[in-house]
């Protein structure tokens, strides 16, 4: 069902920002096109909050900076990633 969601070519989403407004690096296409989904996705669906595991951190930073609706809670085992994720908080 999700799948289908965010690929149906209707689907308009209400938000703020495209993927466009994304900067998308060389390196992390692939990742920032994940997180600007997961902002879109937590427009449209009713959830509740969004869980991020990460090594380095840039992944909830990006999807913070997009300011979602709903929580963004990461986990990492990374000391560093760790401490970077807390500034954010």
Request: charged share 25%.
């Amino acid at each position: 069902m999700l799948y289908e969601i965010t690929n149906d070519p209707e689907n308009t989403a209400d938000t703020e920002y495209t993927l466009n407004d994304i900067c998308l690096h060389d390196e992390r296409t692939i990742t920032d096109y994940i997180i600007y989904n997961a902002y879109r996705i937590s427009k449209e669906l009713n959830i509740k909050a969004i869980i991020c595991p990460t090594e380095s951190g840039y992944t909830p930073a990006r999807l913070s900076s997009l300011k979602p609706s709903v929580p963004i809670i990461s986990f990492t085992k990374n000391d560093d990633a760790y401490r970077y994720i807390n500034l954010l908080r």
